[in-house]
């Protein structure tokens, strides 16, 4: 692996993605707008959900915000990363220019995980950092270095299961040929990260934590900010996101051995 | 004489679009499934007790979320999606030849595409009934036949949305991202996540003006036999469809007069 190679490369996708990107010019102002009134409708959901108790599962709407802030800011992250490149897996082996990427010099999961960018996500991360900050004051958080360490390996190793799991998802297209619709349903999963875990039932706890581990997602990173959470629980999150990304490469190296090409 | 040509034409495009989605079940399968957002949101309706402050039984408020599913599954509408790929390939053009609207044909797509679906959305009601045992019930024919009614207006009002938004094509080339802004109050303002009757009461002087709490709040509480305006519902919904037929009809003269054809 030579890191400098790739950070070229990377600055490379870059550039063309993003030249590409902004000939759509009025499409990422729609994407803002659509971002923006994405948050009003979740905190206005929220709101509902408080206007007449003080407490969901255990926590208070100023609590719940910052859930709210950590989901926006990882749903930005999935808009300009994951899923412009993960949803183009399905397009490669359908038309069978996996071929091509197979045939570079480059290591094919970096390619197929990074060649695209959305900017329109930056809103969303940008947005989530402001509504972070803002639930920083209200709860009168302080600011520590260890605070800030913690929060940053939470939050990265959200990132990282989010990342494994998207593209676990796409690499089943080897077999399926189309997942379009399994992409749905884990969005449909994810969008349960917006709320506290506590507040379901205990089975869907289990279910949330153990076969699809949302839970790990954003509780336990808004837990650091509350310093409500424990060692063992970020120490659990930080082996969780190695397993899912370790068994992720170790997928996808198996999936490619069962691709053949579509094309010729 | 006409209208027979009419009815044989509707008949076979039926036929031929129920055969090819009938090749996909699994990704219809997985479709119904990614609609069980509800049910989460029923769960913490429930587990954290939300429902006493809007006088709603758990009884009642999981049969309105239920049905919220089942409108769900049969008014969902993707023809913009479905436009903008056949426009930027190019299959726009041999349609508009054709003596037939293309829009029939989306429509035609839509219908069998519910009746695909219909089942596993039986399969899913059942599971649903395992676990919620006493939330069975059996609605009244009567009332049975106006919530279909009213499902299937709901349907033609979001279809009717879509192909405006799918005819902005013709000028922009990328309607799918106007479409996601238009999902948003579809999303929040629907009833899909909270019935209307939670919303604030600022929310709601106001809230049955615009067409969003006819798509699923309405048919689902009537279906659900929870309290409801039904003449007021049922006359909203066809006053809307009303108001955008003609706005579709206009549009889309204006679009075909601006068409330049694509792709080959």
């Not at chain 1, 490149?85 to 990427?101: A, C, P, Q, S």
């Not at chain 1, 189309?178 to 039932?201: C, D, H, M, Q």
């Not at chain 2, 990704?27 to 006088?55: D, R, Y």
């Not at chain 2, 299959?91 to 695909?116: D, G, M």
């Amino acid at each position: 692996m030579n890191l400098s190679k790739y950070l070229n490369v990377y600055k490379k996708f870059l550039h063309t993605s993003l030249a590409s990107e902004l000939e759509y010019k009025t499409n990422i102002l729609v994407d803002l707008i659509t971002a923006i009134l994405s948050l009003i409708g979740s905190i206005f959901l929220l709101s509902i959900f408080f206007q007449n108790n003080g407490y969901i599962g255990g926590w208070k709407f100023e609590q719940a915000l910052i859930i709210q802030g950590i989901y926006t800011i990882l749903n930005g992250i999935t808009n300009t990363w994951f899923n412009p490149n993960l949803t183009e897996i399905v397009k490669h082996i359908r038309e069978g220019t996996l071929d091509f990427v197979l045939l570079k010099p480059i290591d094919s999961q970096f390619f197929i995980s990074l060649k695209k960018i959305n900017p329109s996500g930056f809103l969303e991360i940008i947005l989530g950092f402001f509504l972070l900050l803002f639930c920083i004051r209200i709860n009168q958080i302080n600011l520590s270095l260890s605070f800030l360490t913690l929060s940053v390996i939470t939050i990265s190793c959200s990132i990282c299961i989010l990342y494994s799991l998207w593209f676990f998802i796409s690499t089943t297209t080897i077999w399926f040929v189309k997942t379009w619709n399994a992409i749905e349903v884990l969005r449909s999963f994810l969008y349960i990260g917006r709320f506290p875990l506590n507040s379901f039932s205990f089975s869907l706890r289990v279910f949330f934590s153990i076969f699809i581990p949302i839970a790990f997602i954003t509780t336990i990173p808004s837990e650091v900010f509350l310093g409500l959470s424990q060692l063992w629980k970020i120490l659990l999150e930080v082996i969780v996101a190695s397993v899912f990304l370790i068994t992720s490469r170790k997928f996808w190296l198996f999936a490619l051995k069962f691709y053949s090409s579509a094309s010729s | 004489m006409i209208f027979n040509l009419i009815n044989r034409k509707i008949f076979t495009l039926l036929k031929v679009q129920y055969s090819n989605m009938l090749e996909y079940r699994v990704e219809i399968a997985l479709w119904a499934v990614s609609g069980i957002i509800p049910f989460f949101m029923l769960n913490i309706w429930t587990n954290n007790n939300l429902n006493e402050s809007i006088n709603i039984s758990d009884v009642m408020l999981s049969r309105y979320f239920l049905c919220a599913f089942f409108v769900r599954q049969f008014s969902v509408v993707w023809v913009v999606f479905s436009f903008e790929e056949d426009s930027l390939l190019g299959k726009v053009s041999p349609y508009l030849i054709q003596p037939l609207n293309p829009f029939f044909r989306y429509f035609a797509q839509h219908l069998a595409e519910q009746i695909t679906r219909f089942p596993f959305a039986l399969i899913i009601a059942f599971f649903f009934f395992i676990f919620n045992p006493e939330s069975i019930w059996i609605p009244n024919l009567g009332i049975l036949f106006l919530s279909i009614v009213s499902t299937f207006l709901s349907f033609l009002i979001q279809f009717l949305i879509q192909s405006i938004v799918a005819c902005l094509c013709f000028w922009t080339e990328k309607a799918s991202s106007i479409e996601r802004l238009l999902f948003i109050p579809t999303l929040f303002l629907s009833g899909l996540l909270a019935p209307v009757v939670s919303f604030p009461a600022e929310v709601k002087s106001w809230i049955y003006l615009t067409p969003f709490p006819y798509l699923i709040d309405f048919p689902a509480n009537l279906m659900s036999g929870n309290e409801t305006n039904i003449s007021r519902g049922l006359s909203m919904q066809i006053l809307w469809i009303f108001l955008l037929f003609p706005l579709f009809k206009r549009i889309w003269f204006e679009g075909t007069k601006k068409y330049t054809a694509m792709g080959s």
